[in-house]
């Protein structure tokens, strides 16, 4: 009662998702600072043995639902049975993937139980809250800090009345920890009988596979943009390394299309796309106004160019005055060591 | 009886276009430089659901929105690429709603709108990212949802078939009405506004802004029902007050920080591990990266 759960997600190949791992590494440190017990639920089809997977984390308990029926995933199912089973244990925090199904099923759960949600924490930590007006001290409450306004700005929501504290956080954001390789929890299955209705199984899936999502420069909030001075198409690899680990998109300036460094599709400037994001890092572009056109309303732009005389560099906020194979590199290396 | 399409859409402002004066000297966020928009996946929701509409006989499509006064200004945008009608909640008493009294407030309306085939949103808006709201009114009305429709493989009277976009791939799922879908950014970009619908929508308008005219057009209302945007309050749907706005969220936004741009002053570094470092580390602190 009053515990800690995460939903682990399980994947294709039938393994524990990885950030549901990272989220039980999470959900244990949190547990212990508030003296509770972490418990997890799988759902899903043949989760024989998938305890191993779980037990290393921490996991005082394990909620299991294994059916053919549980597998792929499907919003209808789950969520009844994380309804019943919240509304029976009455968790203290419930933790998601923002996953495509984190973030498809825990706001069904957050309105059926009439309790807060916060989407893609960055952070979860446990503090107290003076209400003034009320005259209230809430203790031990879990701050959901997440960005908002288009990362403009950075909110720690809580949430003082109603439990559980539901919130969901992206992969990669929390570290992936193993506690104890044989840590002792125990396994329960969750009772299924008089659950369900019609209409929890009325979206049928037909059909799945694996496709690639068009490139999408216009929305991205990160771009890694290359021009001519990248040199090489194994350099613009280096773009593309940095890009995938900052979560943003690699961009290109007319130059660098017309010598086959990157497709058209990913053109910014007056003949490619118009591009606003968050921040914006030139690489080997020297910012004819063609291509300025495109992103010089781009919130943060950094360059990095051997020329110190770039026009782009006018209009950076950051110059880098040296080559794209060394500066990335560095990048890439800091961001791994310190990002989590 | 009709097949009715419900639309939820929202006016936001327009954070993608943030630039370098959108945050202020001390910090805050400038709202007057960041316009309100049309938000971009509600968009993607319109055309989605006006391609129901083109399939499938005596279909309409409704447009429901719930924010200020001036929030009438995508109703009449939707009018002009081919909704029927729309409905604009508003009333201070749903200002400070969460996710849970929105999709609340939201629920009953469209109860109120009953019956209905089919519930369409943008995934989710830009100003909050949340992608609640959606889920959150499907559970409230009872119904199944798809999420992250990305196209409209097939619809008729009786189901609708529609390809999902998920993280690793995509995912074709089939369902019978009523159902909520939610639309992903990936999806077909809105038609264009038509002429003919903007010569006969241009002077729609809300109860509200007919009674700012400086002349009483009423009568010319009357003749013409359909310019008239419906605005309807918290007494209009019977909602009860305490499940909105800051009372009925459930979450509270503890503290703000804004994340302060620099100056244009542009710094110029050089390429030792300590100048890049220091950089990643201001930019992973400012949580510009990360």
Request: proline content about 4%.
């Given at each position: 009662?009053?515990?800690?759960f ?12 990885d ?7 999470k ?16 759902i899903?089809a ?7 997977e779980?037990?290393p ?32 244990q ?64 950075i ?10 504290q ?38 049928q ?11 999408n420069?216009?929305n ?13 198409i ?19 300036s ?13 053109q ?29 309303e ?9 020329d110190?005389?770039?026009p ?18 560095k ?10 | ?21 959108a ?25 989605f ?28 945008e939707s ?31 469209i109860?109120?709108?009953a ?43 009786k ?14 799922v089939?369902?019978s ?39 009483d057009?009423?009568h ?51 390429t030792s ?16 990266i990360?």
């Amino acid at each position: 009662m009053n515990n800690i759960f995460v939903y682990c997600e399980i994947t294709e190949e039938g393994h524990v998702a990885d950030v549901s791992l990272e989220l039980l590494t999470k959900g244990r440190s949190l547990a212990d600072e508030l003296k509770i017990k972490l418990e997890a639920v799988v759902i899903g089809a043949k989760l024989n043995g998938i305890e191993k997977e779980i037990f290393p984390f921490g996991v005082d308990f394990i909620h299991t639902a294994d059916d053919g029926k549980f597998f792929p995933f499907t919003t209808g199912s789950h969520a009844r049975l994380l309804i019943k089973l919240f509304k029976e244990q009455k968790p203290e925090i419930v933790l998601f993937g923002a996953s495509s199904i984190g973030r498809d099923i825990a706001p069904r759960i957050a309105s059926a139980l009439k309790c807060g949600l916060t989407a893609d924490c960055t952070s979860l930590i446990i503090g107290d809250h003076e209400d003034k007006k009320l005259k209230k001290v809430y203790k031990n409450l879990l701050y959901q800090i997440r960005p908002a306004f288009g990362g403009n700005i950075i909110a720690t929501i809580i949430n003082p009345e109603t439990r559980p504290q539901i919130a969901t956080v992206r992969e990669g954001v929390m570290k992936k920890e193993i506690k104890t390789e044989n840590y002792k929890g125990k396994l329960v299955a969750i009772d299924l009988n008089n659950v369900f209705e019609d209409l929890d199984f009325a979206v049928q899936i037909i059909d799945r596979h694996i496709e690639k999502q068009k490139i999408n420069i216009k929305n991205s909030q990160i771009i890694v943009s290359g021009g001519y001075g990248v040199g090489s198409i194994e350099n613009f690899k280096l773009l593309f390394d940095l890009a995938e680990l900052l979560g943003g998109e690699v961009g290109a300036s007319r130059a660098a299309v017309d010598a086959g460094y990157a497709p058209h599709e990913r053109q910014i400037g007056q003949t490619g796309v118009t591009v606003r994001p968050k921040l914006y890092i030139a690489c080997g572009i020297s910012g004819a106004v063609q291509h300025s056109a495109g992103m010089d309303e781009s919130s943060k732009i950094i360059s990095i160019n051997t020329d110190p005389h770039a026009p782009i560099n006018n209009i950076a906020d950051y110059t880098i005055n040296g080559s794209v194979d060394v500066v990335i590199p560095k990048m890439i290396k800091y961001y791994k060591e310190n990002s989590k | 009886m009709s097949f009715k399409i419900i639309v939820l859409a929202k006016q936001v402002p327009d954070t993608r276009n943030v630039g370098k004066d959108a945050m202020k000297a001390d910090g805050t966020v400038n709202r007057a430089a960041l316009p309100a928009i049309y938000n971009p996946e509600d968009l993607n929701a319109l055309e989605f659901a006006l391609r129901v509409k083109d399939k499938v006989k005596d279909a309409e499509v409704i447009i429901l929105t719930m924010g200020p006064f001036r929030a009438a200004e995508i109703i009449r945008e939707s009018l002009y690429r081919g909704a029927d009608k729309g409905f604009l909640l508003t009333d201070r008493k749903f200002a400070g709603s969460d996710t849970l009294a929105t999709s609340y407030a939201i629920s009953l309306a469209i109860k109120k709108l009953a019956p209905f085939h089919l519930v369409v949103a943008g995934r989710q808006a830009i100003d909050g990212d949340t992608a609640q709201v959606g889920p959150q009114t499907a559970e409230k009305l009872g119904i199944p949802q798809i999420t992250y429709a990305e196209e409209l493989v097939d619809v008729n009277e009786k189901e609708i078939t529609i390809k999902r976009r998920l993280e690793r791939g995509v995912e074709t799922v089939k369902a019978s009405f009523p159902i909520a879908v939610t639309v992903h950014g990936s999806a077909a970009d809105c038609r264009p506004r038509n002429a003919k619908l903007l010569m006969k929508f241009k002077h729609a308008k809300t109860l509200t802004e007919l009674q700012n005219e400086t002349k009483d057009y009423t009568h010319l209302y009357n003749d013409r029902p359909y310019l008239n945007i419906d605005e309807w309050t918290v007494d209009d749907i019977n909602a009860d007050v305490d499940a909105l706005g800051l009372s009925g969220s459930p979450t509270k936004v503890k503290t703000i920080q804004n994340v302060v741009f620099q100056s244009k002053d542009s710094k110029a570094l050089g390429t030792s591990n300590d100048e890049i470092n220091d950089l990643m580390k201001e930019l992973l602190d400012s949580h510009i990266i990360g």
